[in-house]
């Protein structure tokens, strides 16, 4: 079985402040995790996402995850907020051979000017 | 590449009638789609995955009557939402997964169905 755990519904950052959305996995096969962006009354973007390979993921607006087997975690990560980063995140779980794709309960970032 | 349409953005109906949504994999052949529905402020709920040329299947407490989905080829599905009333108005959300890239689920851009 898989799941998905998104800690903090909600996150608020300055403009230029590092982001950090939390994300944490079950899955009793090797994982392939996602992140994905949502803007408001859009369909979901791919960021990133980790298969297999190297552990550090970097996607698309210069957010980055990475897979950390141990703690079974894929934060992602931008160094710098901007303001065009407001939107829903959404961390995603499957496994190889078509595994059903779970999604967290989303956590929705706030950037201040 | 890997892009996924939607057709139509937003839909308004009466009560009673039915409406048709499509989703396109405009770049790619998608074996699998999934529609989702989603409400206000929450994730996404999976409604049902289908197959190119197979009977889709439905997600538990899914209505397959009411919710009729074909996946005819494999560029293009359909979410016909029969008999429409003002709880199904959500947001449903197609995605497909195929191609080169069979781990990743390419994501619509929504259609907004309010019924009234």
């Known amino acids: 079985a898989q799941s998905v755990t998104q800690l903090g519904s909600h996150v608020s950052v300055s403009e230029g402040a590092l982001v950090l959305l939390r994300c944490n996995y079950s899955s009793s096969v090797p994982p392939y995790l996602f992140w994905y962006v949502q803007y408001p009354n859009q369909g979901l973007q791919l960021l990133l996402k980790?298969?297999?390979?190297?552990?550090l993921v970097k996607g698309i607006n210069g957010f980055e995850a990475e897979f950390k087997k141990s703690e079974t975690s894929f934060h992602l990560t931008k160094p710098s907020a901007h303001m065009s980063d407001a939107a829903e995140y959404f961390c995603a779980v499957s496994g190889a051979g078509g595994f059903k794709t779970i999604f967290g309960a989303g956590t929705r970032l706030f950037v201040k000017a | 590449g890997a892009v996924v349409s939607q057709h139509p953005s937003r839909v308004i109906c009466k009560s009673g009638t039915s409406v048709k949504i499509e989703c396109r994999s405009l770049d790619f052949q998608a074996t699998t789609m999934f529609w989702y529905r989603q409400f206000p402020k929450q994730s996404l709920m999976l409604m049902a995955t289908s197959n190119e040329g197979s009977k889709a299947t439905y997600e538990q407490g899914v209505e397959k009557d009411k919710f009729l989905i074909n996946h005819a080829s494999l560029t293009l599905s359909t979410l016909t939402v029969t008999s429409a009333h003002p709880e199904d108005s959500s947001f449903y959300i197609c995605?497909?997964?195929?191609?080169?890239?069979?781990?990743?689920?390419?994501f619509g851009p929504g259609t907004r169905l309010t019924v009234l």
């Open positions: 995605s497909a997964r195929g191609g080169a890239t069979t781990d990743t689920q390419y």
């Open positions: 980790y298969t297999t390979g190297a552990t």
